[in-house]
């Protein structure tokens, strides 16, 4: 029997009282006004770390979805809002950034209760997301466009940035309020209206976030949220004509859906679909520091990271010595709850999930790749073991033991599917080309590193690679100034930096001839 979540409970937070107020949860935020499923369908939102319930939710359908989108098509078209000057509109953005700031307990809360992760992770992201809405609130008034010279005084010529409409934002549960942030942020800076859609098990962040909003001077009908599955109500959201865009991170599989729904009224796409991402260690590199963070790289959130260093390709030469220490120290990982002090990684979002982990884990073992460590579900039996700290009990929540894969070669299925999982595989190599034509080997091109203290064969590695951000000597940092996205089916377009605002917009040439005369080609008479 499912307890009440200990460290998240709605229906004693102010801002979400009145949502849980009754026995219909009101989590569909529309118009400015909190309201329930039009078929009265709701969800219960489960803790993965322990199985507690953390709320009830409303589970939207299409119905609910299309009346969101009309109040944000209506809402744009009425034009008070793309007309409010772009430093306002950066304004409110300051304005939600302090709000977080100043509620960062509250809302960190929420994400651990939601997806389980530590909590001393969920504060850290709550940095990142005040700071990308820094970005774009400072952003917002500095790209509204350039002037162009004719090469003529009599001649002005400008490029005006101008919103895109009316824009449906879908987004995943490993990171929830983050990357909601990195598409609310700029379509806001921008001018748009919106209609997003988050995770349907991860939806308290997303549903904080539209009080702050609110509560940040964000007029009504700008910003609408809808709660539930993709299948019942993520359709419109790609489908519907009144939608001018759709901005989607998650599952190859559901983004290639999505493209193909917007191709039909030819709707502007955003897509980050995961990636397969390399980590290419030479045998020169700092061995310490490379081991560490190839560590951060494949375990980091139990390893639900778009970016996750999933595949370790590493010189042939160092390749005993590397996996030796992967080993040693992943047998070392401690797993546990939000509040578990001495765990370093949490459990997997849903059982569901986790049996597509393991999945994947028994196709390698079957294809002929060696399992050197976990390989399994963890248990009750495993809470006082190598990975549990006693403080949590395994078996009430939803978790995988941090898992090695050797022996990987290219045609087996570990090597190019997205695990998604705590589960990291690793290949070698012999030279610079080798090593290259293997990390580029992948239908994705998210992300990957490179470790070397060879600075020109760094930087020739870093050149050759096809994926939207490397790191060199390092792993996992990002920049909200800096542009994130993937080449090949990692996706199209971009997030953060100038780029991401770009995204939001459209861009308008505006040519004046101070001086118009006839062209008298074809005469006047």
Not at 232 to 237: A, F, K, R, S
């Amino acid at each position: 029997m499912s307890t009440q979540n200990t460290l998240f409970d709605p229906t004693t937070t102010d801002y979400l009282a009145g949502v849980h107020a009754d026995a219909t949860a009101k989590s569909l935020f529309i118009n400015g006004r909190w309201e329930a499923a039009a078929n009265g369908e709701t969800r219960t939102i489960i803790c993965p770390a322990d199985g507690s319930t953390v709320g009830v939710v409303s589970e939207a359908s299409d119905e609910d979805t299309i009346r969101a989108i009309k109040v944000a098509r209506e809402t744009f078209d009425a034009g008070e809002w793309t007309a409010t000057p772009a430093m306002e509109r950066g304004k409110i953005l300051l304005r939600v950034a302090t709000f977080i700031r100043d509620n960062k307990e509250l809302f960190a809360a929420a994400e651990s209760a939601d997806t389980g992760k530590r909590y001393e992770e969920s504060e850290a992201d709550m940095d990142d997301i005040a700071n990308a809405f820094d970005y774009f609130g400072t952003l917002a008034s500095h790209q509204a466009g350039r002037v162009v010279d004719p090469g003529d005084p009599n001649l002005r010529s400008r490029i005006d940035a101008e919103p895109v409409g009316v824009c449906g934002l879908i987004t995943p549960w490993n990171y929830p309020l983050l990357q909601v942030s990195w598409k609310v942020a700029p379509a806001i800076a921008a001018g748009n209206t919106f209609v997003l859609k988050q995770a349907e098990l991860t939806p308290h962040t997303a549903m904080l976030l539209m009080h702050a909003l609110k509560e940040s001077g964000l007029p009504d009908g700008v910003g609408n949220l809808i709660t539930g599955a993709g299948a019942n109500c993520g359709n419109p959201l790609s489908q519907h004509p009144a939608v001018d865009m759709v901005s989607f991170t998650g599952g190859l599989v559901t983004g290639k859906l999505i493209a193909k729904n917007a191709a039909e009224t030819v709707k502007r796409t955003a897509l980050e679909l995961g990636g397969k991402n390399p980590n290419v260690i030479f045998a020169d590199a700092d061995f310490d520091v490379a081991v560490d963070n190839a560590l951060n790289g494949a375990f980091f959130h139990s390893g639900q990271v778009c970016s996750a260093g999933s595949r370790i390709i590493v010189e042939e030469s160092l390749h005993d010595k590397f996996i030796d220490a992967m080993v040693k120290r992943t047998n070392n990982i401690k797993i546990g709850g939000p509040t578990d002090e001495k765990a370093e990684t949490g459990p997997l979002i849903s059982v569901q999930h986790r049996d597509k982990v393991a999945a994947y884990v028994d196709k390698a073992r079957e294809q002929g790749a060696k399992i050197l460590t976990g390989g399994r579900a963890a248990t009750s039996e495993d809470t006082n073991g190598q990975h549990g700290t006693g403080t949590t009990d395994l078996g009430a929540g939803v978790y995988y033991l941090p898992t090695i894969i050797d022996g990987a070669t290219k045609d087996m299925d570990c090597v190019h599917d997205e695990a998604f999982g705590p589960v990291v595989t690793v290949e070698t190599f012999t030279t610079e080309a080798e090593a290259i034509a293997t990390a580029n080997d992948t239908e994705y091109g998210l992300a990957g590193a490179v470790w070397t203290s060879d600075a020109g064969k760094a930087e020739r590695v870093a050149r050759a690679l096809r994926h939207g951000t490397i790191w060199i000597n390092d792993f996992h940092p990002y920049l909200p100034q800096a542009e994130w996205g993937g080449y090949k089916q990692s996706g199209n377009g971009r997030e953060l930096g100038p780029t991401g605002l770009a995204e939001y917009q459209e861009h308008k040439h505006v040519y004046q001839n101070l001086s118009p005369a006839s062209w008298d080609q074809f005469g006047l008479s």
